[in-house]
């Protein structure tokens, strides 16, 4: 019987006393990343049996705002890359980058 290979992805979240996010480092040793330091993380799961996406979304309280404005509009246009992956739905995929790009523009982030 061949030998089922796992891979570990691990995220640690250090709190302040009232429980708020300060540090987040993750690690993931198949992709070389060993314990890095990161300043927001979002995670959906699919519940199949239930039918229901389940998230956790983290940032630490030093996370400026207008990073985490580029990180939205990075995980979107990501986002939007997967869809096409998973569905090859150009049509909706294109409406999701029209989406990005309007996005992008109202919150005046640059295209550098």
């Known amino acids: 019987m061949k030998k089922l290979h796992t891979s570990e992805i691990t995220l640690t979240v250090g709190l302040d006393?009232?429980?708020?996010?300060?540090?987040?480092?993750?690690?993931a040793q198949d992709g070389g990343i060993e314990n890095e330091e990161a300043k927001a993380m979002l995670l959906s799961v699919w519940d199949s049996k239930n039918q229901e996406s389940l998230k956790i979304d983290l940032w630490t309280k030093d996370m400026p705002v207008d990073e985490m404005k580029?990180?939205?509009?990075?995980?979107?246009?990501?986002?939007?890359?997967?869809?096409m992956k998973a569905t090859q739905d150009e049509k909706m995929t294109a409406t999701m980058k029209d989406f990005c790009a309007y996005f992008a523009e109202k919150l005046e982030l640059s295209k550098d």
């Open 70 to 83: 580029i990180f939205f509009h990075q995980t979107l246009l990501a986002l939007s890359d997967t869809f």
């Open 17 to 27: 006393e009232n429980r708020v996010p300060e540090k987040l480092n993750w690690s």
